[in-house]
């Protein structure tokens, strides 16, 4: 692309973006340090966070570049029907703030890997500990680095290292005041990411509709469902060539609910904001991110798809090219650069906001298992809270050191940021997902059968990724269980792999659980109450509310 450098108007756009941040952010850090110093308060904000914060916070760490790239890229190729993971994840919040939150709080649980040792016990929960650091670094931190980077360097003409370090620097910044820091700076952060976005959006149904001869965004919007209407289902059917991304029904009964409450009640990365919060105040901050889930489509979807209309019409024809063929994840940085002056700059500020958001949360998260769960249990058991402290800000800077070092040579940008993170973290999220349902729920469930859902879930997805090398799978397809990929050879979606591991590993678990002669030594049952589910009726409303417009766009886009 070659309009791709920032106007003098942009530059101070964007450097109002970081200066409200970074003055924010130290107000925050000067106005609470003297509070309490403790690693929980350094770690989790106890206390401190408000619920608009940590709805605000939640997003921000969810939403980054594979969501602004890659998601827009998928509604380009794709369409709405890729939307599910938002609007889907906003009913999974609803549904982790009545049955997730309160076990975790009442059972005062600061960390995955604690819940897994009070659980079950310290062996499962130091090789969780251990692998969530793996992939939080290796797959997550170094993906929004590298994916973000990519996007800022695409925009501002900057070189790609240069934007890496940038932006890693400016999120260790943040992340070394904790995380009411981080809690605080996200309102920021979310307020900019969703006044960019929607900029973005604005301009994009505006180009569809002076492309045809009209004005106006809603005539943009109208002519998009009518040009590129078979872009605007949220169900697709066997025939399509991405079903295999987004099997049928498997997006509300099936798979898709496993990626989401694994990703927003087993997550260290998720969770944390609202560990250190009361309860009322926690379900309200998720109740809050709920909403502003179903928000997202508009910003990370609908521009993917303008392009796709306008380029199906003859426009960006040169742009969208990457190494001789379409490159989807191109649309949303070709629309960017249509910006004029001014608003160019904020949507870059969205795009930034988004990506540092993003590794700050996730920085502090490796911190805190890290220094909670490795150092004070093995490294040095009689640590202060100033050691730890100060343990957990030596962690984030080496951590994003490592994810600078590890990105640039991963490849993410080929296989595509957004399907990068759901193929690598698909292969546990089914084992670690029965793990803590059956641990919540169950209290016959035994250590071994958490560490057979860890090893055998992997082990048979990974099997299953691999089974249509080794045979033919073609006499699925009548089932709907499998579909032809790009070359021709029939294998299992992504998302039914994901259902049939989950499926496998609880029998199994069950299984094991009953045949072991220790059920009754090993019953650790958490403390748990039916009281703990009753919500309060402004979170009830709230919540049939969300579950109201999910059934109204599921009809209306079905």
């Given at each position: ?86 609007w ?44 969530w ?20 360097s ?15 620097i ?9 995380m009411?820091?981080?809690?605080y ?17 604005y ?8 492309h045809?001869?009209?004005t ?28 295999i ?23 260290q990365?998720?969770?944390q ?46 742009e ?60 040095r058991t ?26 640039p ?17 698909g ?66 979606p ?37 009281k703990?589910?009753?919500?309060s ?22």
């Amino acid at each position: 692309m070659k309009n791709n450098l920032l106007d003098t108007k942009d530059y101070i756009v964007f450097a109002i973006y970081f200066v409200i941040v970074a003055a924010y952010g130290l107000y925050i850090y000067n106005k609470k340090k003297s509070e309490s110093t403790g690693s929980k308060d350094y770690f989790l904000a106890e206390g401190s966070l408000t619920w608009w914060a940590i709805g605000a916070s939640l997003i921000a760490s969810n939403i980054s570049a594979e969501q602004f790239i890659g998601m827009s890229g998928s509604g380009f190729k794709m369409g709405l029907a890729i939307a599910t993971y938002e609007w889907m994840g906003a009913l999974t919040l609803v549904v982790v703030a009545v049955f997730f939150i309160p076990v975790y709080l009442k059972n005062k649980i600061a960390t995955m890997p604690q819940f897994l040792h009070q659980r079950y016990n310290g062996t499962v929960a130091m090789i969780m500990a251990v692998f969530w650091l793996l992939l939080y670094v290796v797959v997550n931190l170094t993906s929004i680095l590298y994916l973000g980077a990519l996007a800022v360097s695409s925009i501002s003409g900057f070189d790609l290292s240069f934007c890496m370090y940038a932006i890693a620097i400016f999120a260790i910044i943040i992340t070394l005041g904790g995380m009411k820091v981080i809690g605080y700076t996200d309102v920021i952060q979310v307020f900019f990411l969703i006044l960019g976005g929607l900029a973005t959006t604005y301009l994009a149904l505006n180009l569809v509709s002076t492309h045809y001869g009209t004005t106006g965004v809603l005539e943009g919007y109208s002519l998009m469902t009518s040009k590129a209407s078979e872009h605007f289902h949220m169900i697709l059917k066997p025939d399509n060539e991405n079903y295999i991304d987004l099997p049928g029904l498997s997006v509300l009964v099936g798979g898709m609910w496993i990626v989401n409450l694994n990703y927003w009640g087993c997550n260290q990365y998720i969770t944390q904001r609202a560990l250190g919060a009361n309860l009322e105040t926690a379900r309200g901050g998720i109740l809050f991110a709920a909403f502003l889930k179903l928000l997202m489509p508009i910003i990370v979807v609908l521009p993917g798809i303008a392009a796709y209309v306008l380029y199906k019409d003859g426009a960006f024809q040169a742009e969208m090219l990457q190494d001789g063929s379409v490159n989807p994840d191109r649309a949303y940085p070709v629309l960017l650069n249509l910006l004029p002056a001014g608003l160019k700059g904020l949507s870059f500020a969205a795009l930034t906001a988004a990506v540092v958001a993003s590794l700050a949360g996730k920085a502090n998260s490796i911190a805190t298992i890290f220094t909670l769960d490795i150092y004070k249990k093995v490294l040095r058991t009689d640590a202060t809270e100033k050691n730890l402290v100060t343990t957990g800000k030596i962690s984030i800077v080496v951590a994003m050191i490592l994810g600078v070092l590890i990105a640039p040579h991963l490849g993410i940008d080929k296989k595509g940021g957004f399907q990068y993170i759901q193929e690598y973290t698909g292969f546990v999220s089914p084992g670690i997902f029965a793990m803590f349902i059956l641990g919540f729920f169950w209290k016959r469930t035994t250590s071994s059968a958490a560490l057979f859902a860890t090893i055998g879930g992997f082990g048979l997805s990974i099997l299953l990724k691999f089974l249509p090398t080794l045979t033919d799978l073609s006499w699925l397809s009548g089932m709907g269980f499998s579909v032809k990929n790009a070359a021709g050879v029939y294998e299992i979606p992504f998302l039914d792999r994901m259902g049939f591991v989950f499926v496998f590993c609880i029998l199994g678990m069950v299984i094991i659980s009953l045949a072991s002669n220790k059920v009754k030594a090993e019953a650790k049952g958490l403390a748990i109450d039916a009281k703990m589910f009753k919500t309060s009726t402004s979170f009830a409303v709230g919540a049939l509310i969300i579950i109201g417009l999910l059934v109204a766009l599921y009809s209306v886009y079905w």
